[in-house]
């Protein structure tokens, strides 16, 4: 029996069990790809309790931003007081980091779309600032505090080190996924992609897994790739000792967090040659990185069900 191990993004989510039930309902959704009817069985990776004090009531307030465009207060950003005291590499990375997302930029409340489409060009994606600036800061400070392993206590008489916890419960989640018949194919969103390649590529008993799907996607950005050293390499990035078939990169361009370089097959070769397939895959409304809206896409749909072995199509692969 097929099964699909998903790893949720950046922000707080709903609790686990409802977060998996709402990925599975959106990627049946409209006809599309029920798992349960397959007779494929599917687990979620969930790390929002390490960084977040319970888990978001309001589900809409994070895997979809719509009402936001009428709703000022409703994903209020990350404190930017952990910013405050880092030593000095993780300042520069921070500044660095902070620079690209334009988040200082965005710190104008007076900006308006019709400013920034007559050319003042301070932002590549046209979001009105009260959603833009708020998903960023927590997307920075959630990365942050992954790569630099940060200790962090998101509620009283809890405290984890950000990034051994969460490779731990990734690295369980796909060993118990390994010891089904298979194919094991990793869904995995925003930050969890980060995630997914870090402990593909940087774990030495990572278990294997058939296929790997990352979307929307901040891999292309090179203050994630520096972290990624000295494993990583441009033109060895591609984790073939654990990946055994394809890897497939969703992205919509005017998705905020994987926009900025969504094509990624440059960056994660095999033996100097591209071998990843990126995939655009255009979604709608104002906030494209909505994981419900991907889901739901019908390229996104097709490659999954190939490799899940539901459907025949030649795709890249590593050999």
């Not at 990375?93 to 902070?98: A, I, L, M, R, T």
């Not at 018949?181 to 990793?186: K, Y």
């Not at 940087?202 to 494993?231: F, N, W």
């Not at 033996?271 to 709608?284: G, M, R, T, W």
Request: one cysteine or more; aromatic letters at 8%; hydrophobic letters at 35%.
């Amino acid at each position: 029996m097929a099964h699909v191990t998903f790893i949720h993004g950046i922000a707080n989510k709903p609790a686990p069990d409802v977060l998996l039930k709402t990925w599975r309902q959106a990627l049946a959704h409209d006809d599309g790809l029920a798992l349960g009817t397959k007779g494929i069985s599917s687990t979620m990776v969930y790390w929002a309790d390490v960084l977040y004090e319970k888990p978001d009531k309001d589900q809409a307030s994070q895997e979809s931003l719509e009402a936001a465009a009428t709703n000022r207060s409703l994903a209020p950003p990350v404190s930017p007081e952990w910013k405050e005291d880092l030593p000095g590499k993780e300042k520069r990375w921070v500044q660095k980091f902070n620079a690209k997302l334009k988040l200082e930029e965005l710190n104008n409340p007076e900006l308006s779309l019709s400013e920034a489409a007559a050319g003042r060009d301070l932002e590549r994606i046209l979001l009105p600032w009260w959603i833009k600036r708020p998903m960023m800061e927590i997307f920075l400070r959630d990365v942050h505090h992954y790569l630099f392993n940060v200790e962090f206590s998101p509620r009283a008489g809890t405290k984890y080190r950000v990034q051994d916890e969460i490779r731990g419960r990734m690295l369980k989640a796909l060993k118990e996924g390994s010891e089904k018949p298979g194919p094991h194919i990793l869904v995995s969103h925003s930050m969890g992609t980060v995630i997914a390649y870090d402990c593909l590529k940087r774990v030495p008993d990572c278990p294997k897994i058939d296929a790997l799907m990352t979307i929307g996607s901040p891999l292309g950005l090179d203050e994630i790739q520096e972290k990624m050293t000295p494993e990583w390499s441009r033109n060895e990035g591609f984790p073939v000792d654990r990946i055994q078939g394809t890897w497939v990169n969703v992205y919509d361009k005017l998705d905020p967090v994987a926009g900025l370089d969504p094509n990624i097959s440059n960056d994660y070769q095999c033996q100097s040659k591209a071998v990843i397939e990126d995939l655009h895959e255009p979604n709608y409304g104002p906030w494209r990185h909505d994981i419900n809206k991907y889901l739901g896409g019908l390229e996104l749909r097709k490659r999954l069900k190939v490799m899940l072995g539901l459907q025949a199509r030649g795709l890249p692969t590593a050999s």
